[in-house]
């Protein structure tokens, strides 16, 4: 072939770029919009599904999808992903079920991940809070590393770089939690990722330690840079009820039971390949779900995302942005007067 993939791939994104920029940046305002109508709410007290219902229900507002059941297209804007309210040696990937009880307490760590999509383009923006001083120097450490991340992002970069940066950042640090002291680790096994229309993680992965991979950004890419920090160990394990979910995009089998192909008719319906969780469909109408739920994850036409934590009686924290690489210059879409 006369024309080379990367080449190829810089003409695709070209031709879809201005609009897919104008997307981003309204999904952007959105989302600072939903974490100042937040921020004031997050107090010891208040239950994480309360939380999580006030982000979404501000989410379905702001994008004009406050009833799925109504919208012409579901997915058209809304949700990007289900809220993460990730607490303490919990990093990511825990959202509320039906029927939670959890309360936030003064001792807490609560990440907060919120994702906004316009017609499938995505904003990933996290932050880290927590209410006693002993903490701050591991919020400020794995908020630094981001930064540091962001800084090191550009066109022709390769990815290990990144995560060599942001790993020396992060380790430079030192927190004291409750007469002991810590250095901040990076979680190496998780990372940032590139973004594709309607699929949250795009192929590419931006580590938060050196890890080899020569793999280079690339002009008119969309990246999530996220690092991840903690007092533990610094590897995340699969752990705890599972509450995200999302369609296996290249699997094109049925299911073989009739309940199952009901609920798959109504998660292609209502978000595609987005990310979903339980209290989504709860909210849909739809009942007694779970054995054909657990069924079609079975046959690998929907992936479970269960809970990703570090040893117990850690603490972890995490900071994202959302950057567009443009061929002159890096625009923070997602930056806020927040952070």
């Known amino acids: 072939k006369r024309t080379p ?34 921020q004031g709410k997050l107090q010891p007290g208040v239950s994480l599904t309360d ?44 959202t509320p079920n039906a029927g939670d009880q959890t309360i936030l307490k003064k001792e807490d760590v609560l990440k907060v991940d919120i994702g906004v999509q316009v017609n499938g383009y995505i904003v990933d923006s996290a ?22 991340g962001i800084k090191q992002s550009g066109i022709d970069v390769r990815l290990t770089d990144i995560g060599e940066a942001v790993q020396e950042v992060m380790e430079s640090y030192e927190v004291d939690i409750n007469g002991k002291t810590f250095q901040v ?13 309607y699929t949250i993680h795009g192929g590419k992965s931006v580590p938060i330690v050196k890890n080899g991979d020569t793999t280079k950004m690339e002009e008119g890419e969309h990246f999530a840079i996220e690092t991840f920090g903690t007092t ?15 369609r296996s995009p290249d699997v094109n089998i049925q299911p073989t039971l009739s309940r199952a192909k009901q609920l ?29 739920l657990n069924n079609l994850v ?42």
């Open 5 to 38: 993939a990367a080449e190829k791939r810089y003409f695709e994104r070209d031709q879809e770029s201005q609009q897919r920029w104008i997307e981003v940046r309204k999904g952007a305002e959105i989302h600072r919009r939903v974490r100042k109508n937040v």
């Open 264 to 292: 798959l008719h109504a998660i292609d319906k209502n978000f595609g390949t987005l990310p979903f969780c339980r209290r989504y469909l709860d909210k849909l109408g739809e009942d007694k779900y779970l054995y054909a």
């Open 127 to 148: 932050f880290t809070v927590a209410f006693e001083p002993q903490y701050d120097n591991l919020l400020t450490a794995v908020r630094e590393a981001t930064y540091e």
């Open 51 to 94: 939380i999580a219902n006030t982000i979404e229900d501000a989410t379905r507002k702001f994008t004009g999808a406050e009833d799925l059941t109504t919208m012409e297209n579901p997915i058209s804007q809304g949700i990007g992903f289900p809220t993460g309210l990730s607490l303490n040696h919990c990093a990511a990937h825990f």
């Open 232 to 246: 533990g160990r610094g590897y995340v394990v699969s752990g705890g009820e599972c509450s995200h979910y999302a």
């Open 185 to 197: 680790k990076p979680c190496r096994n998780l990372c940032g990722h590139n973004i594709a229309p």
């Open 298 to 339: 079975k046959q690998g036409i929907v992936q479970d995302y269960p809970p990703l934590n570090d040893i117990h009686g850690s603490y972890t924290a995490q900071f994202e942005h959302t950057i567009l690489l443009h061929p002159h210059k890096k625009e923070v879409v997602s930056k806020g007067d927040d952070y």
